[in-house]
């Protein structure tokens, strides 16, 4: 399978964990997206790369999230602290582009459940 | 910042009925448009896009897309649905940066 991979797809820990989520984009895929989606709701992005670049970030990324592209390739979403409100699914998506939008490519997600 | 409304939650239809699901976006900008589909289990998946051109896209399994720009709206529309086509469906915008906002979604049943 050639598409955004991520690793764990289900992870359950306790309230006041560390959890780190790992994203491998598609091959060569320079742009690389996360986003969160709780039950019900679309998803909301977190934050995006270009290359190893962080070059946007949303206020719903607390104090807590810390997300690298240490290389430019994979990507980690790291959550220190778990609450409760954490409990979702962690969308990865990648694309390849300079310049204007261009396409993104979801994985499966990781699911994310605080206890 | 801009928001994305899908006014149709959930929506019931029998096999060969004509489906319309709705899209509003709040920018009055320039947009580029999206539906993704999520199959049950599986990953989000683009269904069609509109960057600019023709507002009539068309996208894969038969789905097309009307952009109008003076309505705000980017409705989803097939002829016939398939049973196949039980889905939860995502209206998504791009109008600055690198970032979708999606809507909240529809939820679609095809009874056979």
């Known amino acids: 399978d050639t598409g955004v991979s991520q690793d764990p797809r289900h992870k359950i820990t306790k309230r006041g964990q560390n959890v780190t989520f790992r994203c491998d984009p598609i091959?060569?895929?320079?742009?690389l997206y996360w986003y969160r989606q709780t039950l019900g709701q679309g998803p909301e992005f977190l934050t995006y790369?270009?290359?190893?670049?962080?070059?946007?970030k949303s206020r719903l990324l607390s104090d807590r999230f810390s997300a690298e592209r240490p290389k430019g390739s994979f990507s980690t979403l790291e959550i220190q602290r778990t609450e409760q409100g954490d409990s979702a699914m962690y969308l990865c998506?990648?694309?390849?582009?300079?310049?204007?939008?261009?396409?993104?490519?979801f994985g499966q997600g990781t699911r994310l459940t605080v206890v | 910042a801009q928001s994305v409304s899908q006014h149709n939650h959930h929506v019931i239809l029998s096999e060969a009925a004509s489906l319309e699901l709705g899209c509003n976006y709040s920018?009055?900008?320039?947009?580029?448009l999206f539906w993704y589909v999520q199959y049950p289990g599986q990953h989000l998946q683009l269904l069609l896009k509109?960057?600019?051109?023709?507002?009539l896209v068309k996208g894969i399994k038969g789905f097309e897309a009307e952009f109008i720009k003076s309505k705000f709206s980017f409705n989803l529309r097939k002829p016939s649905v398939q049973w196949s086509d039980t889905a939860e469906y995502f209206c998504?915008?791009?109008?600055?940066?690198?970032?979708?906002?999606f809507g909240g979604g529809t939820r679609l049943m095809v009874k056979p």
């Open positions: 998506a990648s694309s390849l582009g300079q310049g204007a939008y261009t396409e993104a490519f």
């Open positions: 091959s060569e895929h320079n742009r």
């Open positions: 790369f270009q290359n190893e670049a962080q070059l946007e």
């Open positions: 920018y009055g900008g320039t947009v580029n």
């Open positions: 509109y960057f600019s051109g023709d507002p």
């Open positions: 998504a915008v791009n109008e600055a940066g690198n970032m979708l906002t």
